[in-house]
Nanobody, 121 residues
Framework: QVQLVESGGGLVQPWGPLRLSCAAS????????MGWYRQAPGKGRDLVAV???????NYADSVKGRFTIPRDNAKNTVYLQMNSLKPEDPAVYYC???????????????WGQGTQVTVSS
């Protein structure tokens, strides 16, 4: 059984920072990717950022230069450091882990319960 527990969501002012955390437990391959996806109301679940086990990151174009995805393999934890949050960033953010053979945009693998990010002044 794989479990992903997210934390760190909440309300942030426009252009402010926010950091999400996701701790994974259970039978996870060390080669799995870990990443973040988001889903806004009425929309599909989209890639935000994915990090491989060897430090290769993929980012959605909309977050490049603003978000980073540090990963601590020893702790099976991935973070999402979000800077300069924009009005189009609010969504439920989901943590994901999946085998490395999945493409970054694939929605396979295991999911956390999601954490809400709201951007408002």
């Amino acid at each position: 059984q794989v479990q992903l527990v997210e934390s760190g969501g909440g309300l942030v002012q426009p252009w402010g920072p926010l950091r999400l955390s996701c701790a994974a437990s259970g039978r996870i391959l060390s080669t799995n990717t870990m990443g973040w996806y988001r889903q806004a109301p009425g929309k599909g679940r989209d890639l935000v950022a994915v990090m491989s086990s060897v430090g290769i990151a993929n980012y959605a174009d909309s977050v490049k230069g603003r978000f980073t995805i540090p990963r601590d393999n020893a702790k099976n934890t991935v973070y999402l450091q979000m800077n300069s949050l924009k009005p189009e960033d609010p969504a439920v953010y989901y943590c994901n882990t999946k085998p490395a053979y999945y493409t970054p945009t694939s929605l396979g693998g295991y999911w956390g319960q999601g954490t809400q990010v709201t951007v408002s002044s």
